[in-house]
């Protein structure tokens, strides 16, 4: 820093820079606090015109989320006496009976089912394949890498209409094993490009040493590949995961009931009459804390994933 | 003896409980799933069904869909045969579709079994939920939840003297509730931009969604008073001359006037939640909506109890007066495994007094039992709307094809009102080029 | 093609290794470490795709199970390509495209340019930048119509606000002329933070000799900036080019919440209308021929585009 540099910025450029950047992230980042925010706000804050910034926070979002209410005749309200819990006494204010939970517990681990099952899966299937395109010299290059981009071409509607006899005939509509085995296809190609980048990287010395002391192909794999490739497996998984995670329009055509994902659920949160904004917040806000601590724990490796590893440090 | 004694009082016991057990449950305690919209109403079925439960031991699940998603997810479900839906408390317009393609059970046998009879529920519930094809006395739901497109006012609003005087010397008559809709248009246009209590309001909240069925629902709820008709009612599916007769041009034009001079801004895909976010938030006079709505608002904190008042959808220029329907009836899903003990919830569900409890709880019985009991137009303040409106109601379509029915008239319609492409009279001609090629490849003609 | 490929990498791979396996042998390893993943490639991407053209010549229905399936021909096909409401959508899916990149690219090089100037908390800052992207689309298309709505929502308070005008005066999802736009700001906002770091992989790896160099010939830092910054950032930013452009070609479940596809038509891209043919009206067979001319046309135009790339790339 003390030592000039012509490629180093000077002091004024980097205070006029960072006023940029950051101005931008503050306008960026607002929509987002709004979504926070208004998670905290009561439903009647929430629409209130003009908009509120300052509010007294409730949790009223949160309630609505992970419960169904309905109006209750005065009797019965009588007949349940007082309310024992503060989410009761939330709802009761209201004129309010909690009638059960809601089913964004079970979107949510939904979501976690099938968005860690297809990637566990992703990762042991394209681990074994971009292992083997690594160490057996397959002529890849660019044509691989447009061969695999064109399975990610097709917009996911037009793959639905085929994707949807076929689960209808196999009865895997609406499981948990078809979203699996459909996000698992959808991300491999990501998979196999990305850890093959990662493979590459370990020296092959370190195997054929392994080969020479008495280890099979097999073992070597896992014993010596396997270890030194655990950063480059732990950024794809997050790649899959997130494509999993926020995956919108398979979900929504080929799920229903049972195995619906959080995505096309939270946009679907309706209250007493309206769209119940605080909760459709409350829930964004819960979806996205997983991929934020994903994305800020690993940040240094972003750009491969998003980018196919096409992009090399 | 002692002992013996107790032993036999104690197997009596069990013996009486087993019996009692025996006569309330079928063979076996299913877990049944029904599937409705995910509304008000569905909240208080939740509720009436824990009488259900308690009596038959089967235990009741629900798969709500908003509105928006509702047919899409729904119809979705029936195409692929999914055994999610056991009940099936599905759209008016669904029956054609699902009556021809087998996926609703039909239930003639076990109403005649069962001692329901049709004629104990609303006619037009009858014919708008139940029958296909429509006016045979052929059954495939039983009328479950009421509902029609009408208004809901401020009335304390109304009730202002100095917006009387003002409306008054403006158009020399009381500002009330407006018999046609010209006048219902009068209203909303003095309202329009009108500062009250400090903040600038509008006029009318009406339909104007895209994506589903929205517009449709809207337009329609004012065309049909105009003197629109779906089809030659001496030659069915010949459409030339009623779908866009001079009357209809005439509503439509109405529709897209009223969109432009009094709907608040943005409204500009408003269906049923987002009016009443509107009207709940105090940005509009009027708002057009399904009775379902009207509970809801009666007890709203804000909007509430007297401050708004209820009215039944005004007559057109010729004095017809027409409303379009809303509602559903409740169908047992060919795909289920479950399907006696998803009958036994509908035969639970049309008795009388669950369907005053019904009533009760927010939801429209269509029982005429319930609603043609003296007690009934007073028990709420928007009872006698309500009954006023379910005897001047039209449907739409409910043909198989009407998804591509539904799909061409949204089009047209929003690209008219909403984006102002064209005139009425290029859109009305293209919804009969549309329908009439759909029924062409139905082989209607 | 891929199988073949894997039985040459087998025989390509060095004889002084295979020689010291034991066991299963390195061909058989290729092909249980390969097989489940070509299959599953083929059971999910290709075999589907194939049905796909086959229906696509047929009038199959979804929804009728009892009608008879007929082939017709080319009558799709044919359907498809002369009925103008499809040319409609697909302009503004050519609108869509075209301005989502081009404010892609220009936010978000100038981003990576002035991040790269390396000042203080530029880390933290960065990643608060990329946090949007991570959002379901769905999610973020359904918020914003909350953002949008004129009297309640936070863009038109920020607008009235910045210019003075009312800000119920405009409805950014509910005009004719303004909706196009609004579909793009939303992309613009969730996506630019890819194209910045995609940019600024690229000016990081200009080697900082290269500006020395340049200084040592007196080159202005405008001249710098044309001569090296850009021709040495360009094959980054064609990257990012396609996959934006993919991406945005099979849009659908950001602009499907945040506009339904109106007003009217207005927004209505491909996809939508395509979901609208295969899963509203069930024609099966019409929507497969929309399908397969989809993606033709992404493919035909990816492959052109990939072309390119490659010789920037080689330069």
């Known amino acids: 820093m003390s030592s000039y540099s012509v490629t180093e910025p000077s002091g004024r450029q980097k205070l006029f820079a960072g006023t940029l950047v950051i101005l931008y992230a503050l306008i960026t980042i607002l929509p987002l606090l709004w979504i926070i925010g208004t998670s905290f706000k009561s439903p009647s804050d929430a629409i209130a015109y003009p908009p509120k910034t300052f509010f007294s926070p409730t949790l009223e979002g949160y309630v609505n989320l992970f419960t169904t209410r309905t109006r209750a005749t005065e009797e019965d309200v009588k007949a349940l006496g007082e309310p024992t819990t503060w989410y009761d006494r939330i709802v009761r204010k209201d004129g309010f009976v909690i009638a059960g939970p809601s089913r964004f517990m079970e979107r949510f681990s939904n979501s976690m089912i099938i968005g860690f099952g297809s990637t566990v899966l992703c990762i042991v299937l394209g681990t074994a394949a971009a292992y083997a395109f690594s160490r057996f010299k397959v002529p890849l290059k660019d044509d691989l890498l447009f061969f695999i981009l064109s399975t990610r071409m097709m917009p996911p509607i037009a793959v639905a209409i085929p994707i949807f006899l076929m689960f209808r005939s196999l009865g895997l509509n609406d499981t948990h094993l078809g979203m699996i085995l459909l996000y698992t296809a959808v991300n491999l190609s990501l998979a196999v490009w990305l850890l093959k980048g990662f493979i590459d990287e370990i020296p092959i010395e370190y195997e054929e040493a392994a080969l020479i002391d008495g280890y099979t192909r097999f073992q070597a794999f896992y014993k010596v590949v396997l270890p030194q490739a655990m950063t480059g497996i732990a950024s794809t998984a997050i790649f899959c995961l997130i494509f999993a995670w926020n995956e919108y329009a398979f979900a929504v055509l080929l799920t229903s009931g049972t195995a619906q994902t959080a995505p096309p659920f939270i946009p679907t949160i309706i209250g007493v009459g309206g769209q119940d904004w605080p909760a459709v917040a409350a829930g964004a806000t819960l979806f996205l804390v997983p991929v934020m601590i994903f994305t800020i724990v690993l940040r240094k490796h972003l750009l491969r994933g998003i980018t196919f590893g096409a992009v090399r440090k | ?445 | 093609m891929l199988d073949s490929s894997i039985e040459r990498a087998a025989r390509a791979t060095p004889p002084v290794v295979a020689k010291r396996i034991q066991g299963l042998s390195d061909r058989a390893i290729a092909w249980l470490f390969v097989a489940p993943s070509i299959f599953l490639l083929l059971a999910v991407n290709i075999f589907p795709l194939i049905w796909t053209i086959r229906l696509s010549f047929t009038n199959f229905r979804v929804n009728r199970p009892n009608a008879e399936v007929g082939f017709v021909g080319l009558k799709n096909y044919i359907n498809i390509l002369t009925d103008a409401d499809i040319w409609q959508t697909m302009q503004a899916t050519a609108h869509f495209l075209i301005w989502t990149i081009v404010l892609q690219v220009l936010i978000g090089f100038t981003l990576a340019y002035l991040i790269n100037k390396k000042f203080r908390g530029n880390d933290m800052w960065t990643t608060i930048i990329v946090l949007p992207m991570m959002l379901s689309p769905a999610v973020v298309g359904n918020f914003w119509t909350f953002l949008y709505q004129p009297q309640i929502g936070l863009f038109n308070y920020a607008v009235g606000f910045l210019t003075g005008t009312d800000p119920s005066a405009f409805s950014m999802i509910g005009d004719v002329s303004l909706a196009p736009w609004a579909i793009v700001i939303v992309d613009t906002w969730m996506w630019t933070p890819f194209v910045m770091l995609i940019c600024l992989a690229g000016l990081r790896s200009i080697p900082g000799s290269i500006y020395e160099a340049a200084e040592c010939d007196r080159a202005s830092k405008w001249r710098q900036f044309w001569t090296i910054t850009i021709p040495m950032v360009l094959p980054f930013l064609m990257l990012a080019i396609l996959f934006r452009g993919i991406e945005n070609f099979k849009m659908f479940d950001l602009v499907v919440q945040l506009t339904g596809g109106g007003p009217g038509s207005t927004t209505e891209l491909t996809s939508i209308n395509l979901k609208r043919e295969a899963f509203e009206k069930w024609r099966t067979g019409y929507a497969s021929a929309y399908a397969v001319i989809l993606f033709v046309t992404v493919f035909g135009l990816a492959s052109i585009y990939v072309k390119a790339l490659n010789k920037v790339k080689q330069r």
């Open chain 2, 1 to 445: 003896m002692t002992h013996c004694y107790f032993k036999s009082v104690l197997g009596a016991g069990v013996a009486t409980a087993l019996l009692t057990l025996g006569a309330t449950t079928s063979a076996q305690a299913e877990d049944l799933t029904l599937c409705w919209a995910s509304w008000d109403p569905a909240n208080a079925l939740v509720a009436l069904s824990k009488d259900f439960e308690a009596k038959s031991g089967h235990k009741m699940s629900f798969e709500f869909v908003p509105w928006p998603n509702f047919a899409d997810r729904m119809l979705n479900e029936l195409n692929s045969g999914g055994k999610l839906c056991d009940l099936m408390i599905g759209d008016s317009q669904w029956i054609g579709g699902a009556a021809e393609n087998g996926q609703y059970v039909k239930l003639n046998d076990f109403f005649d079994k069962e001692g329901i009879k049709m004629s104990d529920f609303i006619p037009a519930t009858v014919t708008g939920y139940a029958e296909w094809p429509k006016g045979t006395p052929n059954y495939w739901a039983l009328p479950a939840f009421g509902d029609v497109v009408g208004w809901s006012y401020r009335k304390d609003w109304f009730s202002r003297p100095e917006l009387q005087t003002e409306f008054k010397t403006k158009y020399g008559r009381d500002l009330t509730v407006p018999r046609t809709l010209a006048e219902l248009k009068d209203i909303a246009g003095f309202f329009q931009d009108r500062e009250i209590d400090g903040n600038k309001v509008y006029g009318a909240a009406i339909y104007t969604e895209r994506g589903s069925e929205g517009i449709t629902m809207g337009a329609m709820d004012v065309l049909y008073s105009y003197g629109f008709e779906y089809q030659n009612p001496a030659k069915p599916y010949e459409l030339e001359g009623y779908v866009n007769s001079d009357k209809s041009v005439k509503g439509l034009e109405f529709y897209k006037e009223l969109y432009n001079c009094c709907a608040p801004p943005g409204s500009s895909d408003a269906y049923m939640s987002e009016n009443i976010d509107a009207y709940k938030s105090g940005q509009v006079a009027l708002q057009m909506n399904f009775a379902f709505t009207w509970p809801g608002i009666n007890a709203d904190p804000k909007v509430g109890g007297d401050k708004s008042g209820y009215f039944a959808n005004p007559a057109g220029p010729g004095g017809a007066q027409f409303a379009q329907l809303g509602g559903q009836g409740i169908s047992v899903v060919a795909a289920s495994d479950k399907q006696d003990a998803a009958l036994e919830y509908i035969k639970w569900f049309a008795q009388p007094d669950i369907q005053a409890k019904w009533w009760q709880l927010g939801g429209y019985s269509a029982l005429r039992a319930v609603v043609e009991d003296p007690g009934f137009a007073k028990s709420q303040p928007y009872a006698q709307t309500f009954l006023d409106s379910m005897a001047i109601v039209k449907d739409f379509w409910a043909e198989p094809s009407y998804a591509s029915l539904l799909q061409a008239s949204q089009k047209r319609f929003h690209n008219y009102v909403v984006a102002g492409q064209g005139t009425a009279k290029e859109a009305l001609d293209g919804l009969v080029a549309d329908w009439t090629e759909i029924f062409d490849d139905e082989g209607k003609y």
